[in-house]
């Protein structure tokens, strides 16, 4: 019994010794500068969503290149696709002063909400 009781340990603790240890991320790197938003177009809002008194947010997660343009971008909350289509056709058109690491221009991922609030 004490010999499977210390095998079973052995075996845990070989296990969690066997687990990689996780790099650091460019965003833990505090030489990390954010991408700045230098161009922003508006969100068209969808006039069928505004008829039916649709709002919400739509957060969307995208990377920025190291040119400081949007290179992908998708929604991944939103209250309805139609705001969600919206909002994604603006914001691929947004600019950015990239993202740099130690001084140098880096793709990015960043996460971006768009509001849609009925006047």
Same mark, same amino acid.
């Given at each position: 019994?004490?010999? %499977?009781?210390?095998?079973?340990?052995?075996?845990?603790?070989?296990?969690?010794?066997?687990?990689? /240890?996780?790099?650091?991320?460019?965003? *833990? =790197?505090?030489?990390? !500068?954010?991408? $700045?938003?230098?161009?922003? $177009?508006?969100?068209?809002?969808?006039? =069928? %969503?505004?008829?039916?008194?649709?709002?919400?947010?739509?957060?969307?997660?995208?990377? !920025?290149?190291? *040119?400081? &343009? !949007?290179?992908?971008?998708? %929604?991944?909350?939103?209250? *309805?696709?139609?705001?969600?289509?919206?909002?994604?056709?603006?914001? &691929? /058109?947004?600019?950015?002063?990239?993202?740099?690491? &130690?001084?140098?221009? $880096?793709?990015?991922?960043?996460? $971006?909400?768009?509001?849609?609030?009925?006047?």
């Amino acid at each position: 019994m004490k010999n %499977a009781m210390l095998l079973v340990l052995m075996l845990a603790l070989g296990c969690a010794c066997a687990l990689p /240890q996780q790099e650091k991320s460019k965003a *833990d =790197d505090p030489s990390l !500068v954010k991408p $700045v938003l230098i161009e922003k $177009v508006a969100p068209k809002y969808p006039e =069928d %969503a505004r008829a039916e008194k649709v709002s919400g947010e739509v957060v969307i997660e995208a990377y !920025v290149g190291a *040119d400081g &343009k !949007v290179l992908e971008a998708k %929604a991944i909350n939103n209250p *309805d696709p139609r705001l969600a289509k919206a909002a994604l056709e603006a914001f &691929k /058109q947004w600019k950015y002063k990239p993202a740099t690491v &130690k001084g140098k221009p $880096v793709k990015a991922k960043m996460t $971006v909400t768009v509001n849609f609030a009925l006047k």
